[in-house]
Nanobody
Framework: QVRVAESGGGLVQPGGSLRLSCAAS????????IGWFRQAPGKEREGVSC????????YYIDSVKGRFTISRDNARNTVYLQMNSLKPEDTAVYYC????????????????WGQGTQVTVSS
């Protein structure tokens, strides 16, 4: 059974940190690119970050560069998104998504999705 599950969201104060996890069951992540997307109320879904396999590259939208770090632990079949210096505008539901090999900024090019985890940044 294929399953993708995010965890690690929660309520944090501005300037705080969270680490999101994306764990896959039923298959290996070794040959998949993993993207993180987020969607805030009234906003369109946007790609936040991605880590590729063959390319060996990471990508970030400008608004999170220097604050977020994506990493992969193939032994644990898990991808992480370390989020530091969080801002209220980071508040959203964060989704983990998978596609074959290469990163894409477009959500419709991803094949597997987690259920989402809520990140709320407020005082």
């Amino acid at each position: 059974q294929v399953r993708v599950a995010e965890s690690g969201g929660g309520l944090v104060q501005p300037g705080g940190s969270l680490r999101l996890s994306c764990a896959a069951s039923g298959f290996t992540l070794d040959y998949y690119a993993i993207g993180w997307f987020r969607q805030a109320p009234g906003k369109e879904r946007e790609g936040v970050s991605c880590i590729s396999t063959s390319e060996g590259s990471t990508y970030y939208i400008d608004s999170v560069k220097g604050r977020f770090t994506i990493s992969r632990d193939n032994a644990r079949n898990t991808v992480y998104l370390q989020m530091n210096s969080l801002k209220p505008e980071d508040t959203a539901v964060y989704y983990c998504a998978l596609r074959w090999d290469f990163c894409s900024a477009y959500f419709y090019e991803y094949n597997y999705w987690g259920q989402g985890t809520q990140v709320t940044v407020s005082s």
